[in-house]
């Protein structure tokens, strides 16, 4: 298993990645809605019921996130539950997954 997927030394996960494979084992679905607001954050509804802003703002000048500096992808953006997918011309041109956005909430990696 690659380091990326977010394992920790000797295999222990991270305590959210276990509460989050428990509700993946319970109902499938980590999200249940994503809203773009103003200046590049993200406000996405878990399936647990609580509300996360996700603050994308400093994020959106690095290569992997620079395609969301276009205003038009950036407001596309949905999900099927499992990955926040963002679209330009109804084609699907980047996703962030629950690993990823759990990681993303974590560890502030634009300082």
């Known amino acids: 298993m690659?380091?990326?997927c977010g394992m920790q030394?000797?295999?222990?996960?991270?305590r959210w990645k276990t509460k989050e494979r428990k509700l993946i084992m319970q109902n499938?679905?980590?999200f249940r809605a994503v809203t773009p607001i103003e200046d590049g954050c993200l406000r996405v509804e878990m399936e647990s019921g609580s509300t996360v802003c996700l603050d994308m703002h400093r994020?959106?000048?690095s290569v992997r996130f620079g395609l969301l500096?276009?205003?038009d992808v950036f407001r596309s953006v949905a999900t099927d539950g499992y990955r926040l997918i963002f679209y330009r011309d109804d084609i699907e041109v980047m996703e962030i997954s629950a690993d990823t956005f759990m990681?993303?909430?974590a560890v502030d990696r634009t300082r």
Request: no cysteine.
């Open 28 to 30: 499938g679905r980590i």
């Open 69 to 71: 500096r276009n205003q």
């Open 59 to 61: 994020r959106l000048q």
């Open 2 to 4: 690659p380091k990326s």
């Open 9 to 14: 030394e000797f295999g222990t996960p991270p």
């Open 103 to 105: 990681d993303l909430l």
